[in-house]
């Protein structure tokens, strides 16, 4: 029995980055010996034992052979034959087809330490376009690492593509690897790769139905919404926005890709397209609750939010209490970073000032400072007591900052 470290946590040691998650391999072993060694079995579909001690993952080496559709269409074989070599063949990128023996050697059969010095992303044997998953993890690796796709991934890719079996994808299993993405440190990487090899119009299409559609006149018409949004993610990047922001950037454009031809380059009335095609995007993916309320508001009210140093004190008055920014404070703040990355993902806008954020700052703390108690002391509790509270606040808003 020899027991390896595998996967990512070999790749990230090369790479000078921290080893989250050490995944191992055992060669040379049967589940029978596994077992009498105290480890724990816990996979259903592939044999993976759980460390007595460290409770880290151990999985016998294996090989997979293609059965049927989708990416859970495979048999497994796990004998004591199986070579180290062969398990590390079934796995996606060369970058992650690597090992480590217990002295620290690194066992390289497919050029995976070459690649991460080009910064490639490549397929370690055909076997790859296989499974549909891969297309969407290749794109999030190249979220990551901003590596560049080997060509002849790249046409495996479009293979996958080509298929249709990016349709047995689960929502589940698309929404997760969006959102890992998201988080990355190039995240507009993930799409321009989807993009590329088409998988994007299958997974997203709302998303790529953007690209090709121009910007008005006034935002830059060199490039069009599709370049917007990613700009847009690359200035949430710049300014450590977590993914729920990230999400709503994504997303708070979509109805630009519905305007009639005539209105073009114009886009108006897309704030209310882009929350109808955003529900049914949320729906189809299973968008966690979060994710989707502060889309849609970011969506609904950026346009406003943008206007914020024209606008009547009655309408910012209004807008606080459309956003909930009284009881929601941290989501409020949440709205204003992707109003001000989506007014700033513009080419040469990206350093601008964004004053509005701190108007509607000043402006919620000069409401909110109304006391709503002593209006009921005044005019006691009941239905006008909402109607009188917005007046109050306008009132001190008036006088703090007239109209």
């Known amino acids: 029995m020899k027991i390896y470290r595998v996967g990512g946590a070999v790749r990230d040691r090369l790479l000078g980055l921290p080893m989250v998650d050490c995944d191992w391999v055992v060669v040379g072993a049967s589940e029978e010996e596994m077992l009498a060694l105290g480890y724990r079995r816990v996979g259903k579909d592939f044999p993976v034992f759980l460390h007595p001690d460290t409770q880290e993952e151990y999985a016998l080496a294996r090989t997979e052979r293609k059965q049927g559709s989708g990416y859970t269409g495979f048999t497994v074989d796990a004998a004591r034959s199986v070579t180290l070599a062969q398990d590390l063949a079934r796995r996606d990128l060369t970058i992650n087809a690597m090992a480590e023996a217990a002295d620290g050697t690194v066992v390289d059969p497919y050029g995976?330490?070459?690649?991460?010095?080009?910064?490639?992303?490549?397929?370690?044997?055909?076997?790859?376009?296989?499974?549909?998953?891969?297309?969407?993890?290749?794109?999030?690796?190249?979220?990551?690492?901003?590596?560049?796709?080997?060509?002849?991934?790249?046409?495996?890719?479009?293979?996958?593509?080509?298929?249709?079996?990016?349709?047995?994808?689960?929502?589940?299993?698309?929404?997760?690897?969006?959102?890992?993405?998201?988080?990355?440190?190039?995240?507009?990487?993930?799409?321009?790769?989807?993009?590329?090899?088409?998988?994007?119009?299958?997974?997203?299409?709302?998303?790529?139905?953007?690209?090709?559609?121009?910007?008005?006149a006034q935002h830059h018409p060199e490039i069009d919404c599709g370049a917007h949004l990613l700009l847009c993610l690359m200035q949430a990047t710049e300014a450590g926005a977590n993914t729920c922001v990230r999400f709503a950037l994504l997303t708070h454009d979509l109805g630009k890709a519905t305007t009639p031809t005539a209105l073009l380059p114009q886009h108006i009335g897309h704030e209310e397209r882009s929350v109808h095609l955003l529900d049914g995007l949320c729906d189809r993916l299973r968008v966690p609750q979060a994710y989707r309320e502060l889309a849609v508001l970011v969506a609904r009210h950026h346009t406003n939010v943008h206007r914020a140093l024209e606008l009547r004190v009655s309408t910012m008055v209004?807008?606080?209490?459309?956003?909930?920014?009284?009881?929601?404070?941290?989501?409020?703040?949440?709205?204003?970073?992707?109003?001000?990355?989506?007014?700033?993902?513009?080419?040469?806008?990206?350093?601008?000032?964004?004053?509005?954020?701190?108007?509607?700052?000043?402006?919620?703390?000069i409401t909110r400072a109304v006391e709503v108690a002593a209006l009921v002391a005044q005019h006691g509790a009941g239905p006008k007591i909402r109607a009188l509270l917005r007046e109050a606040r306008i009132a001190a808003l008036k006088a703090a900052c007239p109209d």
């Open 112 to 216: 995976g330490h070459a690649d991460l010095r080009q910064g490639l992303l490549r397929h370690v044997t055909a076997a790859f376009a296989e499974d549909p998953l891969r297309a969407l993890r290749v794109a999030r690796f190249a979220a990551r690492f901003d590596f560049l796709v080997a060509p002849e991934t790249r046409v495996l890719l479009r293979a996958i593509t080509d298929s249709g079996e990016l349709a047995t994808l689960t929502p589940e299993r698309v929404w997760r690897e969006l959102e890992r993405a998201l988080g990355e440190a190039h995240p507009q990487r993930f799409f321009e790769v989807l993009r590329d090899c088409g998988a994007l119009r299958v997974v997203l299409p709302e998303v790529d139905a953007l690209f090709g559609v121009p910007q008005p």
């Open 318 to 365: 209004d807008l606080f209490d459309k956003i909930d920014a009284y009881r929601r404070p941290e989501r409020f703040e949440e709205l204003l970073l992707a109003c001000e990355c989506d007014a700033r993902g513009r080419s040469g806008l990206e350093d601008r000032p964004y004053p509005q954020a701190a108007r509607l700052r000043a402006a919620l703390v």
